[in-house]
């Protein structure tokens, strides 16, 4: 899902970068399955590795999964491409098979059968952690009924990175991924999602970001929320504010790239829109029109949406309204 980009920065802090040199030292000298003893874990057999991938910055990658892409028999990848460039830059050569959403059933079934007998698999994504909102879990619950050994190897994560940063509670919080990308299914969501008080983490596209921010505002009222954008990227950046003051700022300069959305609770008392009376259908296209620079047809089919109603009893309505 979250691409990588060949970004490096400077290493902070000289423990974690000379081990870093010392990993990438051994696998460019030579560090694969063919030099080291299988998986040196001591497990015997098939195993499944969930290997996580630097979401950005090329060197958010731990040691343990450096070892493990460099001893595996096979890479399973969301993107052979977008792996290969991860695996250049440690100096890893390594066999590599696709497995993506549009594969994942007859890939799995493969997989499995390479893994009965006894090939150390790694499995990982584009970006990020396997089967978090990336492909993986059919996989991984094949593994399960085939008694396969699955083994995580933890590491970046955008939800957890944007939630440590973005001064918003912690203590709680759920992990929404991504929204249905139809305005009715997405306000149907939302409006499910309105009475937590724990902090909500999603994932959203930029040129969804308007009309998610616009739907949340309606229905959660001006809650505190961060847009984190490009994380660990060269770009990376963390807008804050109440959801009604982003909307503003994503209005007048859109933002690009890979983007996490976090919305916090509500204050008690605190009054959504949606909790108050529904205005007249011709009072809330011109709103409408006004918000989002649209025109009176555009607006009253943003309307019908977010009132469930066919474009045909809308325009009834409104000239009822009239």
Same mark, same amino acid.
């Given at each position: 899902m979250r691409r990588a980009r060949s970004v490096v920065r400077e290493t902070r802090g000289k423990g974690a970068a000379t081990a870093w040199r010392d990993g990438r030292d051994k696998l460019a000298a030579g560090m694969d399955a063919s030099t080291v003893p299988a998986i040196s874990d001591g497990r015997k057999g098939g195993c499944l590795y969930l290997v996580a991938t630097p979401i950005g910055n090329l060197e958010d990658i731990t040691v343990r999964a450096l070892r493990i892409l460099g001893e595996a028999h096979l890479i399973a990848c969301e993107d052979t491409r977008q792996t290969a460039k991860l695996l250049h830059h440690y100096n890893i050569d390594k066999k590599t098979v696709s497995y993506h959403e549009h594969n994942e059933m007859t890939r799995a079934a493969e997989l499995v059968m390479r893994l009965e007998e006894g090939a150390k698999v790694a499995l990982v994504t584009d970006a990020g952690t396997p089967g978090i909102s990336d492909p993986g879990h059919h996989l991984i619950s094949l593994c399960l009924r085939h008694h396969i050994p699955i083994v995580p190897i933890p590491g970046p994560s955008a939800v957890i990175a944007a939630l440590t940063a973005s001064g918003l509670p912690t203590e709680e919080?759920?992990?929404?991924?991504?929204?249905?990308?139809?305005?009715?299914? $997405?306000?149907?969501?939302?409006? !499910?999602?309105?009475?937590?008080? !724990?902090?909500?983490?999603?994932?959203?596209?930029?040129? !969804?970001?308007?009309?998610?921010?616009?739907?949340?505002?309606?229905?959660?009222?001006? $809650?505190p929320a961060v847009i984190a954008r490009e994380l660990t990227k060269l770009h990376e950046e963390f807008l804050r504010g109440d959801l009604a003051e982003l909307l503003v700022r994503v209005r007048q300069h859109a933002p690009r790239g890979e983007i996490t959305l976090l919305i916090g609770a509500g204050t008690p008392g605190q009054?959504?829109?949606?909790?108050?009376?529904?205005?007249?259908?011709?009072? $809330?296209?011109?709103?409408i029109m006004l918000e989002r620079n649209l025109d009176r047809k555009a607006a009253l089919k943003t309307v019908a949406r977010e009132r469930g109603l066919s474009k045909r009893e809308a325009y009834k309505q409104l000239l009822t309204d009239r």
């Open positions: 919080f759920l992990f929404v991924g991504f929204l249905p990308s139809r305005s009715g299914e $997405r306000r149907k969501t939302l409006e !499910r999602l309105a009475p937590e008080a !724990r902090t909500l983490v999603l994932y959203e596209s930029p040129h !969804r970001l308007v009309d998610t921010l616009a739907d949340a505002l309606d229905l959660f009222g001006r $809650r009054i959504a829109a949606s909790d108050l009376p529904v205005a007249p259908l011709n009072r $809330r296209v011109e709103q």
